[in-house]
């Protein structure tokens, strides 16, 4: 004789792993076949039935014998396609725009990775007291600190500065013209 799926919900909410395991293995293939209906996709589906599966233990609690097994799982599978529904709305409203941010934030970073490939090209051009002066103050020391640095004023420093500015302008120039 065999027992009905009802008794064996009874006992599942009971903490009897046999009959969970048994009613599992009675209506798997079912659930699966339904979260597939309600999903459209494989791998939504095994989500899903998996999701319910693990959750199943603690909703049996629920289950009142008022209405098959069957009917019972129907209605805690449509309520978590709907619960995860839910959750991806709510996951792509929150991320909205993200993707455009992230292009933006990836030609920005291109963008600079260009100017500094540039920029490190072109001071290989400068002479080497102009090119060390940059340097310095490119790697955030003030004028004096580069000055007290290289043994040379803070003037000498702004001059450089300035000079080195004057050329690097020069070459973009001749680099756009040509």
């Not at 709907?82 to 909205?96: G, I």
């Amino acid at each position: 004789m065999t027992t009905s799926d009802e008794d064996l919900a009874f006992a599942a909410a009971n903490g009897d792993r046999q009959a969970f395991s048994s009613l599992l293995d009675r209506h798997y293939d079912r659930l699966f076949a339904f979260c597939f209906r309600l999903t459209g996709a494989r791998a939504e589906a095994e989500d899903l039935t998996q999701d319910i599966c693990a959750a199943l233990p603690a909703k049996l609690g629920s289950y009142q014998r008022r209405a098959k097994v069957t009917t019972w799982l129907y209605k805690v599978a449509v309520n978590a396609a709907h619960d995860r529904r839910r959750r991806r709305a709510s996951y792509t409203k929150a991320t909205e725009g993200w993707g455009d941010w992230e292009m933006n934030r990836t030609a920005a970073i291109a963008d600079t990775n260009r100017a500094v490939d540039w920029l490190t090209m072109a001071m290989r051009t400068l002479p080497e007291d102009l090119r060390d002066t940059l340097a310095l103050v490119l790697d955030d020391m003030t004028h004096a600190q580069a000055g007290d640095i290289l043994g040379v004023s803070e003037g000498t420093v702004s001059w450089r500065i300035s000079e080195a500015k004057r050329m690097l302008r020069a070459i973009k120039e001749m680099e756009d013209a040509g």
